[in-house]
């Protein structure tokens, strides 16, 4: 099965800054990923499917690029409600797996 | 809008089985596949497997093929994953998630803890 890698597993950044998400695949996975947030008590949402596009209702601060086996999400200006656990998913090998997580806490 | 409701938290001991449904409305239930996603507390995600609401289809992780059976009642609206032989390990959120791409997963249910214990 292929392992994604999530780093760095905590990012502890102020409202405002740019904050940067990288996820590694053990093998290419094409542009089969999606990027999810958690936030405390609530399930995932989708924000970006396909490593590059935003789910409906993301808003444009959200951005994904990658390809291949390198990943990266991007939040431009982070409001306080982005602060919240971010899962990235392929689903390019079964089984679907999940990297482990990045954290983006309040500096 | 779409939701999916699931059913409430449930406390087991060892060696029994749980059933959680998953209720969904405001689209149409049998055009989309299911998937059930567990997360231990503070952990991170793990798929489970999915289930075709039109055709009764299933596929299961290799982890769970044993002992995990995803069903669906169409005429409900309503999918159900049974998980037998539980163990502590077993304590976890369970997450109903519909299927947007064929595994990249667009709406979530609320969650259900079981928790294992003796």
């Known amino acids: 099965e292929i392992v994604l890698t999530q780093s760095p597993a905590t990012l502890s950044l102020s409202p405002g800054e740019r904050a940067t998400l990288s996820c590694w695949a053990s093998?290419?996975?094409?542009?089969?990923l999606a990027w999810y947030q958690q936030t405390l008590g609530q399930p995932p949402r989708l924000l970006i499917h396909?490593?590059?596009n935003r789910a409906t209702g993301v808003p444009a601060r959200f951005s994904g690029s990658g390809s291949g086996t390198d990943f990266t999400l991007t939040i431009s200006s982070l409001e306080p409600e982005d602060f919240a656990v971010y899962y990235c998913q392929q689903r390019n090998n079964w089984p679907p797996t999940f990297g482990g997580g990045t954290k983006v806490e309040i500096k | 809008q779409v939701l999916l409701v699931q059913s409430g938290a449930e406390v087991k001991k060892p060696g029994a089985s749980v059933k959680v449904s998953c209720k969904a409305s405001?689209?149409?239930?049998?055009?989309?596949?299911m998937h059930w996603v567990r997360q231990a507390p503070g952990q991170g995600l793990e798929w489970m497997g999915w289930i075709n609401t039109g055709n009764g289809d299933t596929k299961y992780s290799q982890k769970f093929q044993d002992r995990l059976t995803i069903t669906r009642d169409t005429s409900a609206t309503t999918a159900y994953m049974d998980l037998s032989s539980l163990r502590s390990e077993d304590t976890a959120f369970y997450y109903c998630a519909r299927d947007l791409y064929d595994h990249f997963f667009d709406a979530w249910g609320q969650g259900t803890l079981v928790t294992v214990s003796s």
């Open positions: 405001g689209y149409s239930f049998t055009t989309y596949t």
């Open positions: 396909y490593a590059s």
């Open positions: 093998q290419s996975i094409n542009t089969d």
